[in-house]
């Protein structure tokens, strides 16, 4: 998957952004998965459930997105219709929910706090902002998805084909949970495996990521003894 050695050092900035942005990814997506096992077992309610959750989830989608990227910058030409493919749905992915929960935290949370909350602004069945939420974890099932052909059979990237194909293929999961007619806690439970398959990916993800800079930096050892 991973290129030349002139393209090591061309990409050796992608490299280092793609390992961070993939970690505080993971580390958003974690905090995620505790925060909403702690609302559906009644441990912390509204608003903290609401901030927590949003607030998680908003700081998954730009660093993921950025990762994506450095992905698409270290992929071989060969592969990089896979590669700019799952970029494109990660930016939406990253659009979609970006607006959601910025409204929410930014607007929603504070006028419902205040005793002025909006109807429009609500998330619940059938809201635009629950729709908008539901496109935005498609798109990221989508992109992992079509990530999926980018990585080797081998090492660490064959544990990223497997993450990446089990989170994609939950995307028709996700969105039967979102867009089922009735909403109801054994229905959100279906969803429960994202919160292996989404930390997961971006964790190995950073691990790859953070391969390639070792791999560089021998390199670099290596050429300057040669």
């Not at 441990?43 to 950025?66: E, H, N, Q, R």
């Not at 896979?82 to 949370?109: K, N």
């Not at 635009?128 to 498609?138: E, K, P, Q, R």
């Amino acid at each position: 998957m991973i290129v030349t050695k002139q393209g090591q050092d061309r990409n050796k900035s992608a490299v280092t952004i793609g390992f961070y942005c993939a970690l505080i990814a993971f580390m958003a997506a974690a905090g995620y998965g505790v925060a909403q096992i702690l609302q559906v077992l009644g441990f912390v309610i509204y608003p903290l459930d609401a901030i927590l959750i949003y607030g998680f989830s908003l700081c998954i989608a730009t660093p993921c997105m950025i990762a994506f990227l450095a992905l698409h910058y270290v992929t071989s030409r060969d592969k990089r219709f896979w590669s700019h493919a799952a970029l494109l749905f990660a930016i939406m992915y990253a659009t979609y929910v970006s607006l959601m929960y910025v409204v929410q935290l930014g607007v929603a949370i504070p006028m419902s706090l205040h005793g002025t909350p909006i109807e429009f602004l609500t998330v619940t069945r059938y809201s635009f902002f629950w729709a908008l939420d539901g496109l935005g974890y498609i798109c990221m099932g989508l992109a992992t998805l079509f990530a999926v052909p980018v990585f080797a059979r081998q090492g660490i990237q064959r544990w990223l084909r497997w993450f990446f194909l089990a989170n994609g293929l939950l995307t028709p999961v996700i969105a039967f949970v979102y867009f089922y007619p009735y909403f109801s806690i054994p229905l959100l439970l279906l969803g429960l495996p994202w919160l292996i398959t989404g930390p997961g990916s971006m964790l190995l993800l950073a691990l790859f990521f953070r391969k390639l800079i070792y791999f560089e930096a021998s390199y670099s050892v290596n050429k300057s003894i040669l």
